[in-house]
């Protein structure tokens, strides 16, 4: 698909998308305190479905220190006084991505939200068309050093893509050098994390979160029983990720699947993402349109 085009069907659903979002909001609103947080997440998957989108990942619940991609697969009870919570969700409709993540709070480390939600809406205002990408950044960076804090310099914001979450351009958190601007009519993720810690995120393993990224290498799987999972993950989730907990077969034969097809480079393996000094992390993310 040519960018225009896909722009231009992006814009088509792009309304309603917004509206979707900001029902499913709500609904975490109302549900969020002392959540079971696996119970949370497939409540808010159901609620996506029930309002005419599709969970675009698994609902991420990421807690303190994980900064993202965490999904819960255990029984865990949230306490707003002790838990940092980010519940970062996606939903698209054909292929067509919106993506969105708040945090939720109420303990002794107030100036960590309020700075990221400050910095979040300040730098939310540079995306617009001429304005180079590495503007959002600057302010983020400007504002957390205000609050004594650091936003992750390994993470931002994205494009979206058809049936891709993470696309192209890549804006930073911080500043960075780069004479790419902001073009008409692109969707974007724009997404802050700020942290009273060191100011960057490791790999952290078990990944609970995959995708599909080379279903052409699917005969590399010799057991029929193992590539036949991962067949029905592609039609079903296509390249966009997901969860163990969204197939349907034997606990067992899901691992092995998965396990194989990591191992075969036929899917990807998102890492849980921690604060590297274990500290505090605070997310924001919306999309919008460039205008
Ligand atoms: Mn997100
Ligand atoms: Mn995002």
Same mark, same amino acid.
């Given at each position: ?10 814009? =088509?659903?792009?309304?309603?998308? *917004?509206?979707?979002? &900001?029902?499913?909001?709500? #609904?975490?609103? !109302?549900? @969020?305190? /002392? ?96 304005? =180079?990408?590495?503007?959002?950044? *600057?302010?983020?960076? &400007?504002?957390?050093?205000? #609050?004594?804090? !650091?936003? @992750?310099? /390994? ?137």
């Amino acid at each position: 698909m040519k960018l225009e085009e896909y722009f231009e069907e992006y814009k =088509k659903r792009f309304d309603k998308l *917004k509206k979707i979002s &900001e029902e499913v909001w709500n #609904y975490i609103d !109302k549900n @969020i305190e /002392n959540a079971n947080i696996l119970e949370l997440a497939k409540n808010i998957e159901e609620k996506i479905k029930e309002l005419g989108a599709k969970p675009a990942f698994p609902v991420n619940i990421s807690i303190n220190e994980i900064a993202a991609h965490y999904t819960p697969e255990e029984n865990f009870y949230i306490d707003l006084e002790k838990h940092m919570v980010k519940i970062d969700f996606g939903i698209h409709i054909d292929g067509y991505i919106f993506d969105t993540a708040k945090t939720y709070y109420k303990g002794i480390h107030q100036e960590i939200i309020e700075a990221t939600k400050k910095a979040f809406e300040e730098s939310l205002k540079e995306i617009k068309s001429g304005n =180079k990408i590495n503007i959002p950044g *600057k302010i983020v960076e &400007e504002i957390a050093s205000e #609050y004594k804090l !650091k936003p @992750i310099r /390994n993470l931002g914001g994205h494009g979206l893509g058809y049936f891709k979450i993470h696309d192209k351009p890549s804006i930073l958190n911080t500043f960075f050098k780069t004479e790419e601007e902001f073009i008409s009519g692109m969707p974007i993720a724009w997404e802050v994390f700020i942290t009273n810690g060191n100011g960057y995120v490791k790999d952290s393993y078990p990944a609970l979160i995959f995708e599909i990224k080379n279903i052409d290498k699917i005969n590399l799987i010799r057991v029929a029983e193992l590539r036949k999972i991962i067949e029905h993950a592609y039609k079903e989730f296509k390249t966009l990720p997901f969860a163990k907990r969204w197939l349907n077969f034997e606990k067992n034969l899901v691992e092995l699947a998965i396990n194989e097809g990591v191992k075969k480079d036929i899917i990807y393996e998102y890492s849980v993402l921690k604060e590297s000094k274990n500290s505090f992390v605070a997310q924001f993310e919306t999309t919008i349109i460039v205008e």
